[in-house]
């Protein structure tokens, strides 16, 4: 996976904040998309720090995305990014899913069209919440080309 490419997307998509703020859904965040929860924890981070979270938080997230997608590894670079992405930003909520995980596990096996992905992700909540986000990502699932 080419993960130069990951970090540009998910600062694209994330933002890249030294300073803490509060996301959408009023918890504390910095660097990209680095959730520090309720509490503000840190206050400044410099880039070397906000590099070494964004590090950790893509390990994580391709962690999650490879344990809710059992056939990951025979994805394309394209979507493999882009599972990667929705997993940084809705981290153990993919785990739980029960209609755009299930879809993605289906059109990756083959059993299902990668169009009923995009169905998926534009009828659920998450949408609603990151936007345009969501529909670049599914166009990504859905076409495999970023």
Same mark, same amino acid.
């Given at each position: 996976?080419?993960r130069? @490419?990951?970090?540009?997307?998910?600062?694209?998509? %994330? =933002?890249?904040?030294?300073?803490?703020?509060?996301?959408?859904?009023?918890?504390?965040? #910095?660097? $990209?998309g680095?959730l !520090?929860?309720?509490?503000?924890?840190?206050? @400044?981070?410099?880039?070397?720090?906000?590099?070494?979270?964004?590090? $950790?938080?893509?390990?994580?997230? %391709?962690?999650?995305?490879?344990g809710c997608? /059992?056939?990951?590894?025979?994805l394309?670079? +394209? @979507?493999?990014r882009?599972? $990667?992405?929705? +997993? !940084?930003? @809705?981290?153990?909520?993919?785990?739980?899913?029960?209609? #755009?995980?299930?879809?993605?596990?289906?059109?990756?096996?083959g *059993? =299902? /069209?990668?169009? +009923? &992905?995009?169905?998926?992700?534009? =009828?659920?909540?998450?949408?609603?919440? $990151?936007?345009?986000?969501?529909?670049r990502?599914? =166009? &990504? *699932?859905?076409?495999? &080309?970023?």
């Open positions: 996976m080419d130069t @490419r990951l970090q540009q997307e998910l600062i694209r998509d %994330e =933002g890249k904040k030294l300073e803490s703020y509060k996301d959408t859904r009023g918890y504390w965040t #910095i660097g $990209v680095h !520090l929860g309720k509490d503000q924890r840190m206050l @400044r981070i410099t880039e070397e720090e906000c590099n070494a979270l964004l590090y $950790v938080d893509i390990a994580e997230a %391709e962690s999650i995305a490879r997608i /059992p056939l990951f590894d025979k394309n670079d +394209a @979507r493999q882009a599972l $990667v992405n929705m +997993a !940084l930003n @809705r981290g153990n909520h993919m785990k739980t899913s029960t209609t #755009i995980t299930p879809a993605i596990n289906a059109a990756a096996a *059993l =299902g /069209p990668w169009s +009923a &992905v995009t169905k998926a992700i534009n =009828g659920s909540q998450w949408a609603t919440q $990151v936007g345009l986000r969501a529909i990502l599914a =166009g &990504v *699932l859905e076409t495999g &080309v970023a």
